[in-house]
């Protein structure tokens, strides 16, 4: 059963403060095998790579085949149907034309003290994406991580997607393709990882890594961090919808559900002023249930995950909005941008009842790759900026250093760093002598 | 002795490849007794924090005088001389102009299907400081750290400071006064790190950490990576100065003694196509060594770290200074705007020989707290954008979901995500019948 709530319960509060803290999905402790098979590719490269994924993917490369050929790739490529292909030319489209919105700008200007400042952005030079294998391997994450991998200018793109038995999904092959991805690695799991951010004699080190993964994954990045940069360590997907009682029930049941069917970790929440439409909802979503592909997936969320939760109003549906902080929050209201104005945190919003959170999962144009687990409190969407970096830029004159450099040395030394006040002080000597 | 090479060398390529992999802080292995004071923490609170500072800071606290209260934070404060309150407020009022340009725009546009798109960034709602008490209390990273806090709207800002024996640096509450921080906690190490990220009866949690620390703070802010969002993980500190043959080599030795004089893992590298030069500042900086209060830091650093590099032209050295990424950048040449524009990996450039590192470290306007050990490749040094985050926003129209919610359907299809599918299409069919 769900979670069924109403603010104006006497033991409303408590209950909403355990749900925020419920850990959905227990983090397997794999560290310790990460550390080593981190370690192993680090130090014999290529050989531990290839024979890692012998054991673990059954899968048997040399170093001639760790990347598809293009022969390759053209032949899977040539399974996928025009339906498919124009789908993800679309998508691919949509998607770079927001994120080129993304593009930030440089600055520079002259103070009053005549100091000229700024600063400059630059692309990351490498990146690697990796993309998990089998049932998770999304050709649409593909695109959301590799575009605005793209569109900052990063100059060798490579992706890392397991093929457990060799087996790969030709449509993960034509996204990277449609993306711009230089090179398509058929390696996963801690030692891809490895590969990426230390690098074998085949594998050329990038700069940074994104994209979601298993345990062995999250824990690897973890532990590159800051050798490379890395995206959030994502958890299960969320969708908190906020809907007023003329909302089409059917339609908030299908896309409750469509997070759902992600995981049984996976959390659909309804906020809703309305006692009925919350039975509404709650009765189409048990209707859909049982017709869908995944039921056993989706209705295991439902069940452990899923709340429902009637509050007096608007506001106070914002205000719990703002604690839970959703990846995903949909305003099936009449003035979607009123309440938006009113959530202040969360991954994307979704205004509207002609907006479905799928849109945005394939279509719309924003990213997919969205903060979870509540880090919508301080963390964005995967973004152009998350594949640039900024430099700092001052430049001093005579007068400037004049004008400031007293200050900049008295500093100094009340830190007792001597010589950074000298290297100021000969300086203005040379100005006054 | 620094490392003294010349690229025309023919073992040239090996030294500079063993330079940039050489490790020069062995990090130590504290991650156990830090998983151990986090676990306290969050079991015990404010109880396991108060015996935790009574045993490493030698100082008896109660839940009432975690926190400075007014009256002693007036009275420390009212020790400092006019002249560093001055300059405090100068640099403070410099940075925070410089900050207040990285504010983001907000954007929202309708595309050519009728769809309106969009973000909004807002602030992270609190964020805490980690200030490391003792001979590292630097009252300017208390400012470089708040005011873009500040600048970016954080609505409760808390410093965490240790104050070993009860000794606190009266200019790091004055900068916290000056820079608008709100609550300034005596507790430091692991055991503040958890106090922020968790919460206790006394000190409210913040969704934000940033700010340097030991070994143990540094292992917390990884663990504690998630729950809240954290800077950098930051290494020592590293110049480098890429000079022309007339450039004064008094000058760059102060600026390159001023990094080393930092921590003996500190390091200070030279780049120049003038062998003369290059021998000069060797020169000049062995001369300007022993008259430092910090000559043994300072020596170790330059001895163990240091490095002056001659290469054929200013272009090769901007190829090298691509490969280390250096955290500073000093660019003593004519034309040190041509020069930065080959630069594409650097946290700070500092151009022309009027511009030494230290205007930066105080008085500039640009933050110093800065990407190191290489990771200026994929970082930022800290600015505005790091407590604040983005928010997509997406509104579709009837008209636009019929033109785009085609292609998201199928793509669910081929994912076999069947709800999300099914979202769009309820909505589809509602349009067509």
Known sequence: MPMLLSTTDAGFEAAFAAM??????????????????????????????????????????????????????????????????????????????????????????????????????????????????????????????????????????????????????????????????????????????????????????????????????????????GRVGIDMIAGPSEILVIAEGAANPDWIALDMLSQAEHDASAQAILITPDAGLARRVQAALEARLPGLERAAIAGASWRDNGAVIVTRDLDEAAALSNRIAPEHLELCVDDPEALAAKCRHAGAIFLGAWTPEAIGDYVGGPNHVLPTARSARFSSGLNVLDFMKKTTLARMTPEALRAIGPAAERLAISESLQAHGLSVRARLDRLNG
């Open 20 to 225: 925020l803290g419920q850990k959905r999905e227990e983090a397997e402790d794999v560290d310790a095998a990460v550390a080593a098979i981190i370690a192993d590719v680090r130090a014999r490269g290529d050989a531990a790579l290839i024979e890692l994924t012998g054991r673990f993917d059954r899968l048997a490369l040399t170093p001639e085949t760790l990347a598809f050929s293009k022969a390759e790739i053209a032949a899977e490529i040539a399974r996928v149907s025009p339906e498919d292909r124009a789908a993800l030319e679309l998508a691919a489209e949509r998607i770079r034309a927001y994120h080129e919105r993304q593009k930030p700008e440089d600055a520079g200007w002259t103070d009053a003290a005549g100091a000229w400042l700024g600063w400059r952005w630059t692309a990351v030079s490498a990146a690697g994406l990796y993309v998990p294998g089998g049932l998770a391997s999304y050709p649409s994450s593909v695109l959301m991580n590799a575009i605005p991998a793209k569109v900052a200018g990063v100059e060798r793109l490579v992706v890392a997607c397991p093929t457990p038995g060799g087996v790969v999904n030709p449509l993960v092959l034509l996204a990277a393709q449609i993306a711009g991805v230089d090179t398509v690695y058929r390696v996963g799991g801690a030692q891809a990882v490895a590969a990426l951010a230390y690098g074998t004699a085949t594998i050329a080190a990038v700069d940074k890594i994104t994209g979601p993964g298993n345990a062995y994954v999250a824990a690897a990045k973890r532990r590159v961090f």
